[in-house]
C-alpha cells in the first residue's frame, strides 16, 4: 500500500524492538527503507533480532539497555548517533504490564511498570527531543498507548495509570514542541496476539477468547494493519498530523461504553417482538 522508499533516509529508534510489535514494526519500517535502532533489556534478543534484519538486508543497530535507568539511556543514544550520525523518529513502544488483582500489587510491581512504559517513554523522549532542539533537526515522537488510557481499565491498573501519563505527554509535547518541528502522536492498539501480552494478559484460551468475542468486528487486530498505521505516522505523508491518538482496535473499547451495544445478541425475531410492544408501532 506504500511506496518502496516511503521511510528512505529515516533512523527510526524502536524500544522494546527485539521482540514483539516493535520488532514487527521494525521490519516493516526496514522494507520502506527506514535505517533502524532497536534497544531492549535482553542482548542476546536483540542481537537475534538484529541478524534478522541484517538477513533481510535492514540496516540496524542494536544496543542493549533498561530504559528506566537515564544514564545507559543516554548512552544508548549516544551510541546511535555515534553510529548514525543522526536519529529522525522514537518509537515508544517497550511496555510491562500483567493482570492482577490492584489489592495484590507490591509497591515493587507498581514500580516496575510505571518505570518501564511512563518513565521510560519520557527518558526517552527527553533525549531524542534534547537532541533535536539543539540540532534544530524535525523529529517524530510515536507512542504506543492502548485504548484504556483515557478509559482506565481494572487488574491492569499500573498500565493504565502510566499509558494515561503517556497519552498526556503526547498531546502536551504535540504543541510545546511543535515549534521545533517535533510531532508528537500515539496508536492506541487494541488485541493483538503477542506472545509477550498473551502470556501476561490473556494466560488462558477462555480470556483470549472472551477479548475477541468483545470486538465488534470479530477479530483480533492482524499485523500489518497496525506497522501499516505506524509506518505511515511516522512518515511524511503524515506531517501535518499532530497530537493525534489513532485507535486500532475494531471497535473494542467502544463496545463496551455504549449504553445499548449489549442489544448487538438480540435475535431478527425478538426485535420484531420489542418492536410490536413499543406504543403506537406495529410489527414491520
Ligand atoms: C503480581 C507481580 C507479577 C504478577 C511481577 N510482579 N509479576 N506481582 N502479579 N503477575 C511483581 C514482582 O513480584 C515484583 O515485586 C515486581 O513486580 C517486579 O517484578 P520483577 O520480575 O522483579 O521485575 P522485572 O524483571 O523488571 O519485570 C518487569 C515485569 C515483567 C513488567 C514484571 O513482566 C516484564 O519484564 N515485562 C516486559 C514485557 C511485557 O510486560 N509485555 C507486555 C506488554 S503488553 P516484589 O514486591 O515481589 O519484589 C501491554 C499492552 C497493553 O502493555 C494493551 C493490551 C490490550
Known amino acids: 500500500m506504500f511506496v518502496a522508499d516511503l521511510l528512505k533516509d529515516k533512523v527510526v529508534l524502536i524500544t522494546g524492538g527485539g521482540t514483539g510489535l516493535g520488532k ?24 537475534e533480532t538484529a541478524e534478522e534484519f541484517a538477513q533481510a538486508g535492514i540496516a540496524v543497530f542494536p544496543f542493549a539497555t533498561d530504559i528506566r535507568n537515564p544514564d545507559t539511556l543516554h548512552q544508548a543514544f549516544d551510541a546511535i548517533y ?12 517497550a511496555a510491562g504490564n500483567f493482570i492482577s488483582p490492584t489489592e495484590n500489587l507490591s509497591p515493587r510491581a507498581v514500580d516496575a511498570i510505571l518505570n518501564i512504559v511512563l ?20 523529529g517524530t515522537i510515536l507512542n504506543i498507548v492502548t485504548t484504556y488510557a483515557w478509559t482506565g481499565s481494572g487488574y491492569v491498573v499500573p498500565s493504565a495509570a502510566a499509558k494515561a501519563g503517556v497519552l498526556a505527554m503526547t498531546r502536551s509535547l504535540a504543541v ?3 515549534h521545533y518541528g517535533i510531532r508528537s502522536v500515539a496508536i492506541a492498539p487494541g488485541p493483538f496476539p503477542t506472545e509477550g ?13 472472551s477479548v475477541t468475542d468483545r470486538v465488534p468486528l470479530g477479530r483480533v487486530g492482524r499485523y500489518e494493519e497496525l506497522t501499516n498505521l505506524a509506518a505511515y505516522l511516522i512518515s511524511d505523508q503524515a506531517e501535518y498530523i499532530n497530537g493525534e491518538v489513532v485507535t486500532i482496535d475494531g471497535g473494542e473499547w467502544l463496545q463496551g461504553a455504549g449504553m445499548f451495544n449489549h442489544l448487538t445478541r438480540l435475535t431478527p425475531d425478538q426485535w420484531e417482538s420489542i418492536r410490536a410492544q413499543m406504543p403506537g408501532k406495529k410489527p414491520t
Open 119 to 138: 518513565h521510560g517513554s519520557f527518558y526517552a523522549s527527553l533525549e531524542a527531543g534534547k537532541r533535536w532542539i539543539a540540532a534544530g533537526h524535525r
Open 197 to 209: 501480552a498473551w502470556s501476561r494478559l490473556m494466560p488462558t484460551d477462555e480470556l483470549a477468547q
Open 82 to 93: 555515534a553510529h548514525y550520525g543522526q536519529l529522525d523518529v522514537l518509537v515508544n513502544n
Open 176 to 178: 510545546e514542541w511543535a
Open 24 to 47: 514487527l514494526m521494525g521490519q516493516r519500517f526496514g522494507q520502506l527503507g527506514a535505517r533502524l535502532a532497536i534497544i531492549g533489556r535482553r542482548e542476546n534478543v536483540l542481537h
